[in-house]
């Protein structure tokens, strides 16, 4: 086993060995920032299998790996609830797995799972409402999932950060096209806290843990708004 540390254009190359094979795998470091994404990347599950074995003649072995973009506000399949409830529905739990292996690909994150609302009802209700749902996903990571509580907070927004205005949906011409602009701005998002989480319960290891650097905290007062021009 060894490990190769990309350049800043994320290319990688090495020397392989003949009648072997390998398992490819990629994990983020302090070093994977780019200049557009000065927050780092998330690591995922991809491998690469590569074998020199049955090879006679010199060639080149291309893997491409992609990696997440971190940002002050990361998507993930929509997360769906019953009607004015913050009861998770069956299909919601597949988008949560979604989640729970983005948890278990960077061991070391720390997330705050945001809930949003649309901008109908009151906004008394709708913060209540957008808690209740953000603390219903910790509460399935927690007890069906087994990710540490302390790796899990929530945080309700209610329609205190709408994706889309109510002046842009109002212009929608059919009533289909208005309701699924609204259901845009009812989404459940997360963001990355820190990157200090240590298992207590791991083994312990000598080797070196490099983590993105995050600097100061990540602005989750701002969204994206491409979708709304």
């Not at 398992?23 to 599950?45: D, R, W």
Request: hydrophobic share 30%.
């Amino acid at each position: 086993m060894f490990e190769f540390n990309t350049g800043a254009d994320g290319k990688y190359n090495f020397k392989l060995k003949e009648n072997t094979s390998y398992g490819v795998t990629v994990a983020t470091g302090k070093t994977t920032a780019s200049k557009s994404y000065t927050l780092g990347f998330l690591a995922n599950k991809d491998m690469g299998k590569l074998t020199t074995v049955d090879e006679n003649e010199s060639k080149d072995f291309v893997k491409d790996f992609a990696l997440t973009p971190v940002k002050a506000e990361i998507r993930f399949p929509a997360v769906l609830y019953d009607l004015g409830k913050a009861t998770l529905r069956p299909e919601s739990k597949d988008s949560l797995n979604f989640l729970y292996q983005t948890l278990i690909d960077n061991p070391t994150i720390v997330i705050e799972l945001q809930s949003h609302t649309d901008s109908r009802g009151s906004n008394t209700a709708n913060q209540k409402l957008s808690e209740e749902r953000a603390k219903s996903c910790v509460v399935y990571l927690n007890e069906e999932k087994k990710i540490p509580l302390a790796r899990l907070t929530s945080k309700g927004w209610g329609e205190g950060k709408l994706l889309i205005k109510d002046a842009v949906i109002n212009k929608a011409k059919t009533k289909e096209e208005k309701e699924a602009l609204h259901q845009k701005n009812r989404r459940t998002v997360f963001r990355i806290i820190n990157w200090d989480y240590v298992d207590p319960n791991a083994p312990k290891s000598d080797k070196p843990v490099f983590k993105p650097q995050v600097k100061g905290e990540e602005n989750s007062e701002e969204v994206e708004t491409n979708e709304t021009k």
